[in-house]
């Protein structure tokens, strides 16, 4: 009786879309190589990747520094 071997997952790198085996051989998982690993990494440092957020008045009058109207 033969042993079945696991199927090897196969993903697409986020930043080039190359199809590569997800293994923790791989030290650049999610990605295919340190290139798109750090090209990532610029993207984030460089705030071009970023998450949305509803904001409101308050919010952004402390931000600024004005003193809340209800204190």
Do not use: H
Request: contains cysteine; aromatic residues 8%.
């Amino acid at each position: 009786m033969e042993v079945a071997k696991p199927r090897q997952r196969l993903v697409a790198c986020p930043q080039c879309g190359r199809t590569i085996i997800w293994s923790k051989d791989n030290s650049f998982r999610p990605f295919c190589s340190e290139r798109c690993k750090l090209i990532d990494l610029g993207a984030w440092a460089s705030e071009r990747y970023r998450i949305a957020a509803e904001s409101n008045v308050e919010d952004v009058d402390n931000e600024i520094g004005k003193p809340d109207e209800d204190r």
